[in-house]
């Protein structure tokens, strides 16, 4: 069976300091990965999504980056925190299903407090 | 851009009460799902809806894909306290076809 795997659960990072989040997935081949920022409102939003190693396609304008350097590794960078990118993060898996829309599988997140 | 509307935003009922959320779109949507997101966790996938007028059942919750392909009702029945949560529809569809959220249902259940 699948699974996802996020880590760290949570952290605590200053205002101009690197960050580096990263996420693994387990039990299939090629899936497509996806970034997700949850702000304390509930709303999830799409910061980036990848169909394969090396191809990032980015949602919104930002200060953060995604890289996958292995078919099932997925990571998520900032080299200068800033304080609204405090938030829950989380990362999430799908596989390619057709012209059907493909459910997402998320992991536990991580929460980023920047002070 | 495309919206899902989901209501209500928040519900505070009893235990052994029976629960009622939907999620209407603009446009037409080609598959619905279905998720609860516990506190501190993420979202985890209940229910996925993939045909017009489907009705499917997991355990106590029920969703069915609305027939105009517009809408999505998803139900939970006799609750208990671990049902408590906040409840997203997403959906698939329009011109993009990509997963659209919507902006969750709150759910608190007094035992």
């Known amino acids: 069976s699948q699974t996802i795997h996020q880590w760290p659960a949570t952290l605590v990072q200053p205002v101009g300091s690197p960050l580096s989040l990263e996420c693994t997935v387990e039990g299939t081949s090629n899936p497509n990965l996806y970034w997700y920022r949850q702000a304390a409102g509930r709303g999830l939003q799409l910061l980036f999504y990848?169909?394969?190693?090396?191809?990032i396609s980015s949602e919104v304008p930002q200060n953060l980056s995604a890289s996958r350097p292995q078919d099932r590794q997925f990571i998520l960078s900032s080299k200068k925190l800033l304080l609204s990118d405090s938030g829950f993060y989380l990362c999430?898996?799908?596989?390619?299903?057709?012209?059907?829309?493909?459910?997402?599988?998320f992991g536990n997140g991580t929460r980023l407090t920047v002070t | 851009g495309q919206q899902l509307n989901q209501s209500p935003q928040s519900m505070f009922i009893q235990e052994g009460e029976d629960v009622s959320m939907n999620c209407t779109s603009s446009?037409?949507?080609?598959?619905w799902l279905w998720y609860k997101q516990d506190p501190g966790e993420g979202p985890v996938l209940l229910i996925a809806l993939y045909k017009a007028g489907e009705l499917t059942s997991n355990g106590r919750l029920t969703a069915q894909f609305g027939i105009t392909r517009k809408d999505s009702f998803l139900n939970i029945s006799a609750s208990i306290p671990s049902d408590v949560g906040i409840y997203f529809c997403a959906g698939y569809g329009g011109a993009t076809n990509k997963l659209i959220f919507g902006t969750g249902t709150l759910l608190a259940v007094q035992p």
């Open positions: 990848s169909v394969g190693i090396g191809q």
């Open positions: 999430a898996w799908s596989v390619f299903q057709g012209a059907l829309g493909s459910p997402l599988h």
């Open positions: 446009s037409i949507f080609n598959t």
